[in-house]
């Protein structure tokens, strides 16, 4: 069982950038591979990044490469979204989710734990 919980959403003006953080319990977190979704107001929840048990491999969405960056950390059980030059688009509830399991799912039904999210918001 994992429990997730995730922080760092707010306000921002169209150019700036946030840090999302999710924090994940249980002894096991580097036995999942991560990942993040979004879902704006009237749309599906969209992937937007993920990575490997061990950091070493990652996969971004196209609307978000070269502007997005996921990490984690394993000795403090959490998972990173740093967001740069973000555009009004990125507005969006930011989840994370966990998936046992190191191959880098795109798909919601390819985790197992959701975090509640976090709302990110960027005025243009």
């Known amino acids: 069982q994992v429990q997730l919980s995730e922080s760092g959403g707010g306000l921002v003006q169209a150019g700036g950038s946030l840090r999302l953080s999710c924090a994940a319990s249980g002894r096991t977190f580097s036995s999942y591979s991560m990942g993040w979704f979004r879902q704006a107001p009237g749309k599906e929840r969209e992937f937007v990044t993920a990575i490997s048990w061990s950091g070493g491999s990652t996969v971004y969405a196209d609307s978000v490469k070269g502007r997005f960056t996921i990490s984690r950390d394993n000795a403090k059980n959490r998972v990173y979204l740093q967001m740069n030059s973000l555009k009004p688009e990125d507005t969006a509830v930011y989840y994370c989710?966990?998936?046992?399991?190191?191959?880098?799912?795109?798909?919601?039904?390819?985790?197992?734990?959701w975090g509640q999210g976090t709302q990110v918001t960027v005025s243009s």
């Open positions: 989710a966990a998936r046992y399991a190191n191959g880098l799912g795109k798909l919601e039904y390819d985790y197992d734990y």
